[in-house]
Nanobody, 121 residues
C-alpha cells in the first residue's frame, strides 16, 4: 500500500523560507512518474485546500494565495515531491499534505500524517 510521508515543517518567522518534502514510499517509479502530484494544506478550523500541483512534464499550478512565493518541484528518481516556501506569512500556518490527483482531480491515495508549518515571530 502506498505511504505518503511528509517532512520538513517547523516554526519559521514571517518572511522566512522552508522546504517541505513528500516521499511516496512503497511505490515504484513507473507508478510515481505519470502521476500529477499536489500539495494541500489545512489550517486550524478550515478545510483542506489545494496549494500547488505539478504534472509529469513538470508544468505547475498554484493557488493565488501562494503564487510567486511557493515553488513545487519533483524528483522522479527519488519518488519525492517538494514545496519550497519563501516569504512565508502567518496565514501560511497549517498542516501540509501531499497526494497524487486522479483524473477527476481528487486525491488518489490515503493521506499521510502531514507536516506542521507554523509562521510566527
Amino acid at each position: 500500500q502506498v505511504q505518503l510521508v511528509e517532512s520538513g515543517g517547523g516554526l519559521v518567522q514571517p518572511g522566512g523560507s522552508l522546504r517541505l518534502s513528500c516521499k511516496a514510499s512503497r511505490m515504484i517509479t513507473d507508478v510515481f512518474n505519470p502521476n500529477l502530484w499536489a500539495w494541500y494544506r489545512q489550517a486550524p478550523g478550515k478545510g483542506r485546500e489545494l496549494v500547488a500541483s505539478i504534472i509529469p512534464d513538470r508544468a505547475t499550478n498554484y493557488a493565488d494565495s501562494v503564487k510567486g512565493r511557493f515553488t513545487i518541484f519533483r524528483d522522479n528518481a527519488r519518488k519525492t515531491v517538494y514545496l519550497q516556501m519563501s516569504n512565508v506569512k502567518p496565514e501560511d500556518t497549517a498542516v501540509y499534505y501531499c497526494n497524487a490527483l486522479n483524473s477527476a482531480e481528487q486525491p488518489k491515495y490515503n493521506w499521510g500524517q502531514g507536516t506542521q508549518v507554523t509562521v510566527s515571530s
